[in-house]
């Protein structure tokens, strides 16, 4: 069974920073990108990926020099470093797992999904 278990949300005043981690476990991951998402409103956006072997990145335009994506491969664990954080960052980010490149991911739905954890920005 695949689990993808987030930490490391919370309250943050803006310009702040949060370090979210993504522990996998349930498979290997070796041939998949891991992600995160986020979610304000109604729809989710993409945020970020890494593929697990390789380490290539891709990142959505809006979190380009402020957000970094990580892995260690030994831990079996993704983060993300959010920095320069802003209110409208403010959001539910899912850690995410996709068969595929870490671009795929920015244009496909993962093929599993973490339980999400709340990352709030106050201004």
């Known amino acids: 069974q695949v689990q993808l278990v987030e930490s490391g949300g919370g309250l943050v005043q803006a310009g702040g920073s949060l370090r979210l981690s993504c522990a996998a476990s349930?498979?290997?991951?070796?041939?998949?990108?891991m992600g995160w998402f986020r979610q304000a409103g109604e729809e989710r956006e993409f945020v970020a990926a890494i593929?697990?072997?390789?380490?290539?990145?891709y990142y959505a335009d809006f979190v380009k020099g402020r957000f970094t994506i990580s892995r260690d491969n030994a831990k079996n664990t993704v983060y993300l470093q959010m920095n320069s954080l802003k209110p409208e960052d403010t959001a539910v980010y899912y850690c995410a797992a996709l068969l595929g490149t870490a671009q795929a991911m920015g244009n496909m739905p993962p093929d599993y999904w973490g339980q999400g954890t709340q990352v709030t920005v106050s201004s």
């Open positions: 349930g498979r290997t991951f070796s041939s998949y990108a």
């Open positions: 593929r697990w072997i390789g380490g290539g990145t």
